[in-house]
C-alpha cells in the first residue's frame, strides 16, 4: 500500500506544543480485560502499521492496558522520540498520579508523555477540592519532566471551572465523545474562549454503532461526491471544527484512507447540513452510565 506523502497539520496547544490533528487510538477495540497481562500481538503489529501509514499521535491510557504494547511498537519502529506525539491517561491510580506516571512510562518505554490526561472527572463526584487537587499532582508530572503537556478528558464546563480556579498550568486540551449525534450545546465555544482544545473519542459512531440515524443518506451522499468513505465525512466535519480526531483500526487500509481528510474540504453549507441533521437525533456510545438518556451535555 502506497504511504500517501502529506503532513498531518498540527494544532499549537495553549502551552506552545504541538498536536498532530489525527491520533491513532489503542483503546476501546483493543481494550484488555482487567489483570490480562497477556500481549496483545495483533495490537502491536496494528500500531506499528499506523505509524509506517503516517500517524505519529498515538492515544493510550493505564486502564486500557495496552501501554505495553504502544511501547513494544513504538520501539519497533525505531522512528525517533521527537517525532511521536504519546498520549497516556491516568484513573484507576487516580490516587496516586506520582506512582501512575511512573508506572506508565515504565510500560511505554518511554522518558516522558507528550500528553498525560485525568480521564475523567467522576472520581471527584463533582467536588471541587478533589479535582483540584489532582490538578496540581497533574501539575507536578510537567514540572518534574514525565509530561510535556497536561489535559484533561470527559470534563464537562463545570468540572474545567473548578480546575482553572487554581490551575498553574491550564489543561492543554479535553477529550471528549464528539461526532453529530452528540454535540455538547456549547461545549466547544466555551473550550475556544478558555483557549482550551478539544479532541474527538468515537468520532465514527454515526457510522459503527448508531447506524440507521437521520444522517445515513447525507454520509452517503457526500462520500459519492469526494469519493471517499463515509468515515472520512465525519472525520472532515471534527477537523473542520479546529478539533483533534482520535481513531482507531485494525485495518491498513481503513488507516491510509483517513489520512485523505486533509487532501479534501466541505463546503461551509455540507458542514453545516451535517452539524443541523445530527443534532436531530442524541447518542453517547461511552460513559453512559453517569449520564441521562436525554442529557446531551
Ligand atoms: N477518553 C476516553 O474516555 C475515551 C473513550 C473511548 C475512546 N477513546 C480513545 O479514542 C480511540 C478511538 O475510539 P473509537 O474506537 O470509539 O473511535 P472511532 O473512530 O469512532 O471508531 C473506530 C472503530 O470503528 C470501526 N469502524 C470503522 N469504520 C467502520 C465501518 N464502516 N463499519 C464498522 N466498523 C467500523 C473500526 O474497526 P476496524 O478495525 O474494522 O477498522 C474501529 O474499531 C480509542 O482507541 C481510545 O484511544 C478515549
Redesign the pocket.
Known amino acids: 500500500m502506497a504511504k500517501l506523502e502529506l503532513n498531518i497539520p498540527d494544532l499549537t496547544l495553549p502551552d506552545g506544543n504541538k498536536i498532530p490533528q489525527i491520533g491513532y487510538?489503542?483503546?476501546?477495540?483493543?481494550y484488555k480485560k482487567k489483570g490480562d497481562t497477556s500481549k496483545d500481538k495483533a495490537l502491536v503489529e496494528a500500531i506499528q502499521t499506523a505509524i509506517k501509514v503516517g500517524y505519529t499521535h498515538l492515544?493510550?491510557?493505564e486502564t486500557?492496558g495496552t501501554e505495553s504494547e504502544l511501547g513494544e511498537a513504538i520501539s519497533k519502529s525505531k522512528v525517533p522520540r521527537e517525532k511521536l506525539f504519546v498520549t497516556t491517561?491516568v484513573t484507576d491510580n487516580i490516587q496516586d498520579i506520582p506512582g501512575a506516571i511512573d508506572a506508565s512510562l515504565k510500560k511505554l518505554g518511554l522518558k516522558y508523555v507528550d500528553l498525560y490526561l485525568l480521564?475523567?472527572p467522576f472520581f471527584a463526584n463533582g467536588k471541587e477540592a478533589e479535582l483540584q487537587q489532582k490538578w496540581a499532582q497533574m501539575e507536578e508530572v510537567v514540572a518534574a519532566g514525565k509530561a510535556k503537556s497536561i489535559g484533561v478528558?470527559?470534563f464537562l464546563r463545570p468540572d474545567l471551572d473548578a480546575i482553572l480556579k487554581t490551575a498553574k498550568v491550564r489543561p492543554a486540551i479535553n477529550?471528549i465523545?464528539l461526532h453529530p449525534y452528540l454535540q455538547h450545546g456549547n461545549l466547544l465555544d466555551f473550550h475556544k474562549s478558555k483557549d482550551i482544545k478539544v479532541a474527538a473519542?468515537?468520532?465514527?459512531?454515526p457510522?459503527?454503532k448508531f447506524k440507521g440515524g437521520p444522517l445515513d443518506p447525507l454520509l452517503v451522499s457526500l462520500a459519492k461526491k469526494y469519493a471517499v468513505t463515509?468515515?472520512e465525512i465525519l472525520l472532515r466535519w471534527i477537523i473542520d471544527q479546529g478539533v483533534v480526531a482520535?481513531?482507531?483500526?485494525?485495518?491498513e487500509q481503513?488507516l491510509s484512507d483517513y489520512l485523505r481528510v486533509f487532501t479534501f474540504d466541505l463546503t461551509p453549507k455540507e458542514l453545516e447540513q451535517i452539524t443541523e441533521t445530527g443534532a436531530q437525533h442524541h447518542a453517547r456510545?461511552?460513559?453512559n452510565h453517569k449520564f441521562a438518556d436525554t442529557d446531551k451535555s
Open positions: 487510538g489503542t483503546g476501546t477495540a483493543w492515544d493510550g491510557a486500557y491517561k480521564h475523567e478528558s470527559n477529550q465523545e473519542y468515537g468520532p465514527l459512531l457510522l459503527t463515509e468515515g482520535v481513531t482507531t483500526s485494525s485495518k481503513r456510545g461511552f460513559w
